[in-house]
């Protein structure tokens, strides 16, 4: 049931969330030379308050306030609570790794809350305005973060092509948002739909403004052809700020796809749909096939990225309640192994050296043998072999996709997941079976760091042999809109 109310309930979250930057922004500039971890610290308790509110006003109904421009529902809970769930999980292991590697600040944390900010208001948009300004936030936020080491030609680098492909691509957006309202007359998606639906608006140019739109959505999500970005800034930005944009946004990302084009124009299906198809295949084969040559674990996870957002679209082929539920769980279940994968490598780093080359792996087992076992699980995991829930995550979006019809599709990501289950086995071989060469033994991780890794790897396997539960969340959360 629909109701528009002039109510500021709906946005508590947010403007919690606001304040409590807010306050951390100008707090941090006194106490952080006496208390240097207390932005931290501060910074995760505000997330803990931000989600305390989320679940205690949990929105079973769709409510609509601020004039139509935002909304609060249950998908937008679910999600919004798992990008803090994620966005704890990046700090705590960015906390040690920023301290190692001498460029600890209280910025790295303010910056990743604005994101997060960012992130919720994308996740709870209602018309084009609203989604374009979460994004922008969003995206600011993360530009900051990538640059934050000054003294590393390599994130400035990847800060620069990052900020001028995203400008770019945000600009192939509005182009898109401006194409839209000019064909409908408005910019709040149900009204959108309902003349789409009508008739009354003009085929060519929403046609137009649907493909500019799906190149700016494609862009954020760092699917092919707009993934040029993906390995370079991946790989030239601090691990710990990688951690950050390979989790959190992807979340954002889908919950933007779901809006525009779920919500907002499913009347165009039949002009968006070909577009997806593309995308998702070019996306699976290139982030399959690509990454086999890859020495870096940085630059592997990412192209790796790439071929799961080619997954995670096969949900949104499907272009039912239950499709995209299958891409809600699979974007939340790379989240989550994200976290875990990205983690990993920021726990094994020692000090002023990364630990993201294939070849720093070898004969891990022999050194660290239970971080070794941690990593077995994330990588199986990542390749989508039982029982772990990354082949949950791959078996249901590929059975959505067979409902609709498209079995040749389904058969193609079959054949891709078995090409890509050969670089994850790559890393498995050089910490099993190769003999490192740097003989020493590695540095003590930290205890935090330690845990850190080893919950979000053993919350895999737990998630992969109970699925229900995430997999009914997702489900009844979609399928009762």
């Not at 304040?19 to 932005?39: E, G, N, P």
């Not at 991946?234 to 933007?256: D, E, N, R």
Request: charged content about 10%; proline content about 3%.
């Amino acid at each position: 049931m629909n109701f528009v109310i002039p109510s500021f309930a709906p946005a508590i979250p947010e403007m919690v969330l606001l304040a409590l930057i807010s306050f951390i922004l100008v707090a941090d500039t006194f106490w952080s030379k006496r208390h240097q971890f207390l932005t931290y610290y501060v910074s995760q308790i505000s997330l803990v308050v931000v989600g305390y509110f989320i679940l205690t006003s949990f929105s079973t109904a769709q409510v609509i306030t601020f004039d139509g421009s935002f909304v609060r529902d249950s998908f937008a809970d679910v999600l919004k609570l798992f990008t803090i769930a994620v966005t704890m999980g990046v700090f705590l292991f960015s906390k040690d790794y920023l301290v190692q590697h001498k460029f600890f600040s209280g910025e790295f944390f303010v910056l990743g809350l604005f994101g997060v900010l960012g992130m919720f208001v994308m996740i709870s948009a209602h018309n084009l305005i609203t989604m374009y300004l979460g994004l922008e936030i969003m995206s600011l936020a993360t530009i900051a973060m990538i640059a934050l080491r000054k003294d590393s030609g390599a994130a400035v680098e990847a800060a620069l092509k990052y900020f001028v492909l995203g400008a770019l691509a945000t600009g192939m957006l509005l182009y898109g948002f401006s194409m839209i309202y000019g064909a409908t007359g408005s910019i709040t998606f149900p009204e959108i739909a309902s003349i789409i639906a009508s008739g009354q608006a003009d085929g060519v140019v929403l046609a137009f403004g649907v493909v500019f739109v799906v190149i700016g959505v494609a862009f954020k999500l760092g699917a092919v052809p707009f993934h040029m970005w993906v390995p370079d800034v991946y790989h030239g930005a601090p691990t710990a700020v990688t951690l950050y944009i390979g989790t959190a946004p992807k979340i954002a990302g889908f919950a933007m796809l779901y809006r525009l084009l779920a919500e907002a124009m499913p009347g165009l299906v039949e002009d968006w749909l070909s577009l997806i198809i593309i995308i998702s295949i070019l996306s699976m084969v290139v982030g399959s096939i690509i990454a086999i040559a890859q020495d870096n674990l940085k630059r592997l996870l990412a192209y790796s990225g790439i071929g799961h957002m080619g997954f995670l679209l096969l949900g949104v082929i499907a272009a039912t309640p239950e499709g995209y539920a299958a891409a809600m769980y699979y974007v939340i279940v790379y989240a989550i192994t994200g976290v875990a994968g990205f983690g990993m490598i920021v726990a094994l780093s020692r000090t002023g050296k990364e630990f993201d080359a294939i070849a720093d792996f070898k004969g891990l087992n022999v050194r660290n043998p239970w971080l070794a076992l941690m990593m077995l699980i994330i990588l199986f995991s990542m390749a989508g072999i039982p029982p772990f829930v990354g082949f949950w995550a791959k078996i249901i979006v590929i059975e959505e996709v067979v409902k609709a019809g498209f079995t040749w599709i389904a058969v193609l990501a079959v054949v891709m997941a078995v090409i890509s289950a050969f670089y994850y086995l790559k890393v498995v071989k050089a910490m099993y079976f190769d003999k490192p060469d740097d003989t020493s033994n590695l540095e003590p991780v930290s205890g935090s760091l330690s845990w850190g890794v080893s919950l979000a790897a053993i919350l895999l396997l737990v998630l992969g042999l109970l699925p229900n539960g995430l997999i009914a969340l997702s489900y009844s959360t979609l399928t009762v809109l």
